[in-house]
């Protein structure tokens, strides 16, 4: 994916680039015990200034570089920091009026960089990590030129949700699991610049807001070690929460969250994992089988495959971990 998505980069280098620094990204999680939230953020020095969920705009997504050093300001409310920026990274923690609903802004040398409102729970039950390609949107990562046509070339608005999945995340949002109400966390290798185009995707297509963490670029690191690495820091951030790992058999998520039960100190810890089908090979199913019952025999994690969603509704309940909904 890389390669094709980099050679794509040079054929349209040709594109206009003026000097303003830009968030690539906002990564924001709540902290339940004091409502505060920590944030972490991606800036560069130079980017088009357009509509950041363009297609020119993901275009020139490798052509901006990282702002070496110097400051930003986040405010919230009348609340006000500043945050050291290293190689285009910053983080920091403020407080905020209400988790349920409150507002960030991001200024750099007095300029307004970016402006979001959030609405989280004001407290969370369990963890829902969920990936986003093939998984909640329909991107067809097993067809590298259709991935990265779909990621790059296709229009915000012509790209689809898995079938019925907006409406199952939010009946989950709602506290429909047994497990009571989540916080969500969706996790992706996507580069940090598809920051702003998806989190618009999730928004118009009524997901649960959640935190998003993405990479920070196309080459830093590589997909298992991403997601394996931040699952161990979800679990820090939030220590004593069970999870929920929702995934696709499209890369190596089944795979990943194997991994992560098995060396996990607490492994009860994962109260089930939920992977989309999207192959349909014999090889793949077998693998996915295999899987299941390794989990389910050695430490009591149901691991459910679907690909239709009342059967795995269905499936979920059987595990007591569903309740009886529409």
Known sequence: MQKIILSVFLLLSSVSIVNAADLFDLRVFPCFENQTVSFEGTIVTSRLRENAISRRSKFSGLTGKWLTSGTVDIESAGKKLSAEVNEGEFSGQIKVDSLASFTLS????GQKLHLETFHFP???????VSDIDDTILVTEVTSKAKMVYNSLFKKLEDRKPVADTPKFYREVGKGNFGLGTPHF?????SPAFLSRSLKTFIKNNDFPQGSLILKK????????????EWLKQIVKKYPGKPLFLMGDSGEQDPFI?????ENSESPKIVKGVVIHEVTSRPQ?????EEISLYLQKKFK?????WSNIDKLKKSLQQHSLL???Q
Do not use: C, E
């Open 257 to 261: 969250y194997r991994s992560f039960v």
């Open 217 to 228: 670029s196309l080459t830093s690191g590589d997909h298992n070690t991403h997601k394996s």
């Open 106 to 109: 991001v200024y750099h040398n």
């Open 323 to 325: 309740k009886r909904i």
């Open 301 to 305: 994690v149901p691991f459910i495959f």
């Open 185 to 189: 966390i969706y996790l992706s290798s």
């Open 122 to 128: 004001t407290q969370a039950d369990f963890i829902v």
């Open 284 to 288: 793949k199913i077998q693998a996915l």
